[in-house]
């Protein structure tokens, strides 16, 4: 993911449900949001800092202790090789299955998903997935390093125009809005309208399921990559 707050945003729900099933969560954050906020008067350099915490506290929630940040530049933050590399890395130390990831495409029916940081973390986990995290001889100071290659399942690209699949989260709809309202600094509850906004969000992902009303889902597009 980009930014802190994200992945609350896009699969929470989808989140608790995984570490409630006993499933190891772990996330790789690629920048700290020191852009976000809205406090003028919030010295810059402490952002960083509060943004981490507010995630971790978010994390705690959803069941999810093990976290990477990565320390990229927030609202600058391109597909490079250092990135595929740093991304590639955590990859090889953690062995997931799956990884859930943002869409590296522009979304035009939810505009505010596709921002540039989002589309270039999707695009660049893509990448560090194929070829980099299996090819031994991509970055091989990562072997040298010990980190055997690794080959990673399926990815779930969250926000994607044509989702293919849908998690009913009714039943941890609750955590996620208790993550999101760790984000305090973003105000991400300021009109207190959160509940009603997500409820919004996610029954349009329980029309396009075909899901009868009442349900609420959030929405993926499903890639196989073995």
Request: aromatic residues 8%; proline residues 5%.
């Amino acid at each position: 993911m980009a930014h802190p707050d994200d992945i609350d945003f896009g699969a929470g729900g989808t989140i608790k449900r995984w570490t409630d099933a006993g499933v190891k969560v772990t996330y790789c954050l690629v920048t700290n949001g020191d852009a976000g906020g809205f406090d003028l008067n919030f010295p810059r350099s402490s952002m960083p800092k509060l943004r981490q915490e507010e995630q971790r506290a978010a994390a705690k929630v959803l069941g999810v202790e093990d976290i990477y940040f990565l320390g990229y530049e927030d609202g600058k933050l391109q597909i490079s090789l250092e990135l595929r590399k740093n991304i590639a890395e955590v990859i090889r130390r953690v062995r997931p299955q799956r990884v859930l990831t943002q869409n590296p495409e522009r979304n035009y029916g939810r505009i505010f998903s596709s921002h540039p940081d989002h589309m270039a973390a999707g695009e660049a986990a893509l990448q560090a997935i194929y070829p980099d995290a299996r090819n031994p001889f991509a970055f091989p100071e990562l072997l040298k390093d010990g980190l055997e290659p690794h080959s990673v399942d399926e990815v779930w690209i969250m926000s994607h125009g044509s989702p293919d699949t849908f998690v009913d989260i009714s039943s941890t709809f609750e955590s996620k809005l208790e993550a999101l309202r760790c984000h305090v600094s973003q105000e991400t509850d300021k009109d207190g309208n959160l509940e009603e906004r997500m409820k919004s969000w996610l029954s349009a992902n329980t029309e396009t399921a075909g899901w009868e009303s009442g349900r609420l889902a959030e929405a993926f597009l499903r890639v196989a990559t073995s």
